[in-house]
């Protein structure tokens, strides 16, 4: 009998390649993905240094169209679509109407009357059943999660790897926005000014099919900048130095955007009615019992996940959302809740490790300045 993870866990289109290039594999979201190649420091910095290529082909992807389109993503998520042109990109949240969050996504201006929303792989099936069950204004709704594979090649040498299998010119590609056409000769490619590290670069999605041609084409136009194939694990590292929150650890059913800092990406314009708008009114106005900070570590020692947060007397004022150790600072940091007097930055907190009390800063993220 196969072990249970080889027996539950899906697989992205790339998975036998990770394989060939000797990739320890983990389950993450519901598949079997690459965590490292070689470690994680040595793909963290190539990354910051050179360019590194993600298989995130385990993102789930849902497409909303039809003419009640807008209005649906309208309701359903809290920044403000209205009018957005195409080839625009959105980040933004769905809520429970408690204020908890659903999930954190994007939304991508397709066509006129088209959106793809790009949601985590670990809550594609939560966030597919919300979507229909909230559908209320008789949009078009299609989990194309299967359809579409998705790569991140990211870094400062990410632009000139791409430019070679590319005639649109990337330059013309803003922060948060994207076009379509054909790069390594695949066509209906998008390739979009997006990323979860904070070293620039690009995401491209595009038909399972062309996986293995793209990833290919890809290593051998970067093979002069010393390009490399990057796990899960150097992805996580580079978005906690850049402060960018992951859902089931920093965001989930109990947070709200404004617990977590993200009130710019909950628009309380006029007309846009989204789920809990109400409370999330409330808490912008009275404030919050809880904000999220970023910390770096005074004492030697690495913040994880479910740790206390204490203030000088030892008493509780929060708790660890995402810790590690930065390899580019090469000191503890992580993200935690606290009540509000303790979120100023300049703040001292103490995180609790096996009954001793490790001092560390509260600071303002991104902590890799």
């Not at 290529?53 to 807008?70: L, Q, R, W, Y």
């Not at 959105?90 to 429970?96: F, H, I, P, T």
């Not at 597919?128 to 400062?156: F, K, M, R, Y």
Request: net charge negative.
């Amino acid at each position: 009998m196969k072990p249970e993870t080889e027996m539950s866990n899906k697989r992205t289109c790339l998975y036998d390649r990770h394989v060939s290039l000797g990739a320890k594999i983990s389950p993450f979201g519901g598949f079997d993905m690459p965590i490292q190649y070689s470690d994680i420091i040595s793909e963290h910095k190539a990354v910051r240094n050179n360019c590194g290529v993600f298989d995130v082909s385990h993102m789930g992807e849902i497409t909303i169209s039809g003419p009640d389109a807008e209005r649906y993503v309208q309701y359903i998520f809290t920044n403000d679509i209205e009018n957005a042109p195409i080839g625009k990109i959105y980040y933004g949240m769905m809520l429970y109407p408690d204020g908890g969050v659903v999930d954190d996504l994007l939304v991508y201006q397709y066509e006129p009357e088209k959106y793809m929303l790009v949601v985590n792989a670990s809550n594609m099936e939560k966030d597919w059943n919300w979507c229909v069950s909230h559908n209320t204004e008789g949009a078009e709704l299609e989990n194309s999660s299967d359809n579409i594979a998705q790569l991140a090649i990211q870094g400062p040498k990410a632009i000139s790897v791409l430019q070679k299998l590319t005639d649109i010119d990337l330059a013309t590609i803003p922060y948060y926005t994207f076009k379509v056409g054909t790069f390594a000769s695949e066509e209906n490619v998008i390739i979009s000014n997006t990323g979860y590290t904070g070293a620039g670069g690009f995401e491209l999605y595009f038909y399972p099919s062309a996986a293995d041609s793209i990833w290919k084409a890809i290593f051998e136009a970067g093979e002069e900048y010393g390009i490399k194939p990057i796990g899960l694990g150097a992805r996580d590292t580079l978005r906690l130095e850049m402060g960018f929150c992951l859902y089931g650890n920093d965001l989930d059913d109990t947070t709200s955007p404004i617990e977590a800092g993200l009130g710019w990406i909950t628009k309380f314009v006029e007309g846009k009615d989204f789920v809990n708008r109400p409370m999330l009114e409330k808490q912008k106005a009275e404030g919050v019992t809880r904000k999220l900070v970023g910390f770096e570590m005074v004492d030697r020692g690495i913040p994880r996940h479910g740790y206390e947060l204490v203030n000088a007397e030892g008493e509780q004022v929060g708790v660890v959302t995402s810790g590690t150790m930065s390899p580019v600072l090469k000191k503890g940091i992580g993200m935690g809740y606290v009540k509000p007097e303790f979120a100023k930055a300049g703040t001292d907190i103490f995180i609790k490790v096996r009954n001793k009390n490790l001092k560390a800063q509260v600071v303002k993220a991104p902590f890799r300045k």
